[in-house]
């Protein structure tokens, strides 16, 4: 399929119709672990699934061309795809981080840095000198997350990847909270983009997985070996449902962030509610750098409630729309409670660095009713009063 199509285009039908054994509109699902050699020292296109596998493959060749990369390589988790990305750092290699990135994350580079693998450094990205001063000790990777979880600072890609460029490093940005529909980090300068598709590319909340898209063919290949060798390449089965999950990226995306930017409005005019982060009102310090930088404000918020644990206590309580869960970007419309859920690996100190609060809950909004979803925060709040 040529490049000059649209990316909802390329999002809904790229690999479409092109089964030369049965004329299957949709491709067959291969879960073939091994394929045959067509002769003694004759190669096919396959061998063995760790390695390559064409389901992977048409769900990889989908999501690098969305992002705008060379190549894309599919992994088991995003959390894999993080490592992945990160492992051209050597001991002593200086590797420089969001202070608010992914708690998960957070935890992956400690425990790598604390084993010795090399070291991190994590910086508050929207703070330019402590960023410059950071820049000076000459990282060799410079990890991006925009916006930021669950606080949803936005950063300047295009300075960070250019200064980044500048101090010899190699910028890596997680794309994973707006989706290549809203974002495209190679497009501002970035080498490598990563995925975790459990969230809004899959959009479903039945997948676990991650994606690594270079820029560059070279490194997408080293990454792609380096995958098969330490052997985190994703399932077929996964990529299948993926691969489904992505068609309708755009549309889900698109009605996900007008339900989101009508539930900020209402929460950000509620006495009870402290603040609200979200990059689409006019007051959030990073609005015009996400109106510059990405197509859309996205479906992700969080917001403060002013009476701290216990009033979050009975706010989750009392909803019933919203589900309390990790995790975020499906259909359905999630709430979770940073400190002692996605963060709670995180020790009190970090989490306190980094704004995460007592009273601080993170929405993922669905597809839902913008309606029901009102009742329902309303009901929330209700309950504070009570
Ligand atoms: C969920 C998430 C990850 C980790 O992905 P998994 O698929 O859960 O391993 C990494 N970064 C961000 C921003 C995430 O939201």
């Keep these: 399929m040529s490049e000059d199509l649209a990316a909802r285009t390329i999002a809904a039908t790229n690999g479409v119709a092109q089964d030369t054994a049965f004329g299957a509109v949709i491709a067959p699902i291969h879960l073939s672990t091994t394929f045959k050699f067509p002769a003694f020292e004759q190669a096919g296109p396959y061998d063995y699934s760790r390695l390559g596998n064409p389901t992977r493959d048409q769900l990889a060749d989908t999501i690098a061309k969305l992002e705008g990369g060379a190549r894309a390589v599919m992994v088991a988790s995003g959390m894999a795809a993080l490592d992945l990305a990160l492992s051209s750092l050597r001991p002593g290699d200086l590797l420089v981080a969001p202070h608010d990135c992914y708690g998960g994350t957070h935890r992956l580079l400690s425990l790598r840095g604390a084993r010795g693998h090399y ?7 929207t703070d330019p000198e402590a960023l410059a001063a950071a820049l000076a000790e000459r990282p060799k990777v410079v990890l991006i997350e925009t916006p930021s979880n669950p606080l949803m600072r936005v950063v300047d890609i295009r300075r960070i990847t250019a200064d980044a460029r500048a101090a010899g490093a190699v910028a890596v940005v997680d794309n994973t909270f707006l989706s290549p529909a809203l974002q495209r ?12 598709t459990t969230k809004f590319l899959n ?15 070279a490194m997408g290949d080293d990454l792609a070996a380096w995958a098969n060798t330490i052997g985190v390449t994703g399932s ?3 990529a299948y449902l993926t691969l489904r999950g992505l068609r309708t990226l755009f549309v889900r995306v698109e009605q996900q962030q007008r339900n989101a930017a009508a539930l900020a409005a209402f929460l950000d005019a509620h006495p009870a509610v402290r603040c609200v982060h979200y990059p689409g009102l006019p007051g959030h310090p990073g609005h015009a750098l996400a109106r510059a930088q990405q197509a859309g404000f996205g479906a992700m918020l969080s917001f403060e409630l002013a009476g701290g644990r216990d009033a979050v206590r009975r706010f ?16 359905e419309s999630l709430v979770a409670h940073p400190p002692t859920m996605t963060h709670a690996a995180m020790d009190p100190e970090a989490r306190a660095i980094a704004g995460i609060t007592d009273g601080l ?20 709040l209700a309950a504070l009063a009570g």
């Design 119 to 125: 070291r991190v450094a994590f910086v508050d990205q």
């Design 203 to 217: 959009g479903h909340s039945d997948v676990i997985g991650g994606a690594v898209i270079a820029a560059d063919a």
């Design 361 to 380: 809950l993170r929405l993922s909004v669905g597809l839902e009713a913008e309606s029901d979803l009102l009742a329902d925060l309303s009901r929330g």
């Design 185 to 196: 980090p190679i497009a501002l300068g970035a080498d490598l983009v990563v995925h975790s």
């Design 236 to 238: 077929p089965l996964d």
């Design 316 to 331: 989750v309580g009392a909803l019933r729309v919203f589900t309390l869960a990790e995790s975020l970007g499906g259909v």
